[in-house]
């Protein structure tokens, strides 16, 4: 039986298929109002301060195509990372 999160939770574990430096440095997943997303993570270091910064994609959106932006958050990689080109900014 895997593992299902409670609404608003998630969790991050570290990317071990990394093969690039662009790529997430955490991958894992959250519920969010009910939605299931994927979560990419990155460490970013900005004026001396350490922080995280996040990209989710609905878990639902397969078919290569954004989804909507009230729900969405933005686009998302797969998993592994192999996709990404780095953070969303």
């Known amino acids: 039986m895997s593992y299902e999160h409670k ?8 990317n071990e298929k990394r093969t690039k430096d662009t790529q997430a440095q955490a991958v894992g997943s959250a519920v969010i109002e009910g939605v299931a997303y994927w979560v990419d993570a990155w460490t970013n270091e900005k ?11 609905r878990k639902d959106n397969q078919g290569g195509t954004k989804a909507p932006p009230a729900k969405s958050f933005g686009g ?9 080109d780095g953070p969303p900014f």
């Open 7 to 14: 609404d608003n939770t998630g969790s991050l574990f570290k």
């Open 47 to 57: 004026n001396g301060a350490k922080y995280q910064s996040l990209k989710f994609r």
């Open 76 to 84: 998302y990689p797969s998993s592994s990372g192999a996709e990404d």
